[in-house]
């Protein structure tokens, strides 16, 4: 299912990150404005805002991040010309889900901020330089991402910009234990959840399949599109004559509709560790043991990170916590199941059979 080594695919994410910025950077953002309020202006306090111009600018139209790590979106405003004294400005920051509504993150007025909801306490303004008005979010979710709008208010004009923020992880496509297509739109977000993990976007399934992902199963993504991708073309999956790429079937039906699903891992929390047993452990075994270590059986997306970001490999079956058994192979070798490197599946046997387990600790 992946092909090149797991340290060629670390650089080749790092690269396409820089790559990412540099193409992202080129075209400033901005949209400019002509303030003409001739009345107001007295001199002192106030400017004469006649032909002088608000600029709302970031330098990255994209972020990419870690879940658990804080980041920043950039935004920066000035005036054109330059202004000798400040002036009192309004930021508003808000924030938009996948087709979702706009809801306010945080409002800042000078020196005195407050946010709202979900971000309370884990977002504020970054003000090191004069007209920085960049958000700073901690402790990043799986739900955080979207699309973040900047908005400077000056008097009763405004400029803004937008951000998108998308978390850097590992896509995994996922089959529950009923089989293939059996996942309709909502079905297929709570199992991507009760493996710690969040539907993928297109682009973080792009850029999977850039790295080599390639699955001959549709599934759902975040914005209730259908899609799988192909790295290379063959009869049953779209076709010969079909470039490789991201397959889609649109937009479907998202209650009526049953597919996989393709979730994102982006954990580097935790730990997962393999707990062998001479005899092996049934499945309920499996869970008491993991319980007796004070830790908790890892779930899918557990092991995907732990793959993933910190290069796990261990060349022996274990049960996870939907009841499937896989093995984690960074480095492939004879008798260690595929030659290329994956988190590897046996499907989900009877939970008599007895195997090892991989356990899960957030310490
Ligand atoms: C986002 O995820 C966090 C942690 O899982 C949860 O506490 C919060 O309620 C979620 N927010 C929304 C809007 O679903
Ligand atoms: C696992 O083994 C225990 C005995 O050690 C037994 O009580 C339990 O029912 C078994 N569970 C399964 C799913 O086979």
């Not at 090191?128 to 973040?148: F, K, M």
């Not at 076709?239 to 790429?245: M, N, V």
């Not at 796990?312 to 079956?317: K, M, Q, S």
């Amino acid at each position: 299912m992946r092909v090149g080594s797991q340290r060629r695919l670390l650089l080749f994410s790092l690269l396409q990150l820089q790559l990412l910025c540099m193409c992202l950077a080129t075209p400033r953002y901005f949209n400019g404005f002509f303030y003409d309020d001739k009345g107001t202006g007295n001199g002192k306090k106030e400017i004469y805002f006649n032909g002088v111009r608000l600029h709302v600018e970031t330098e990255e139209s994209m972020v990419l991040a870690l879940r658990g790590s804080s980041t920043v979106l950039p935004c920066w405003y000035r005036y054109e010309p330059a202004l000798s004294a400040p002036r009192r400005i309004r930021v508003k920051w808000t924030w938009q889900a996948a087709n979702g509504p706009e809801k306010e993150v945080l409002v800042a007025l000078g020196s005195r901020q407050h946010s709202f909801a979900d971000f309370k306490g884990r977002v504020h303004l970054q003000g090191h330089a004069p007209g920085e008005a960049s958000l700073v979010i901690g402790e990043l979710q799986l739900n955080d991402t979207g699309r973040y709008r900047c908005e400077v208010i000056d008097g009763l004009e405004d400029q803004s910009v937008t951000v998108d923020l998308a978390l850097r992880g590992v896509v995994f496509p996922y089959q529950p234990p009923g089989g293939r297509y059996q996942l309709n739109f909502h079905d297929a977000r709570q199992a991507c959840e009760e493996q710690d993990s969040a539907l993928a976007t297109f682009e973080q399934l792009f850029w999977a399949w850039e790295e080599g992902l390639d699955w001959c199963n549709a599934g759902w993504l975040a914005d209730g599109t259908v899609q799988y991708p192909i790295t290379l073309s063959r009869e049953p999956c779209g076709g010969r004559r079909l470039a490789p790429g991201i397959r889609s079937y649109g937009l479907r039906h998202r209650r009526l509709h049953r597919y996989d699903a393709f979730c994102l891992s982006s954990s580097m929390t935790g730990h997962v560790y393999f707990l062998p047993s001479s005899h092996g452990f049934n499945f309920t075994e499996a869970l008491q043991a993991c319980e007796r270590g004070g830790a908790q059986i890892a779930k899918v997306g557990q092991l995907y990170a732990a793959w993933w970001f910190v290069g796990l490999d261990r060349c022996d079956a274990g049960w996870l916590a939907d009841g499937s058994l896989r093995y984690p192979i960074t480095r492939p070798r004879p008798n260690c199941g595929p030659s290329e490197p994956g988190v590897h599946s046996f499907g989900f046997p009877s939970q008599h059979e007895k195997h090892g387990v991989y356990c899960y600790t957030a310490h």
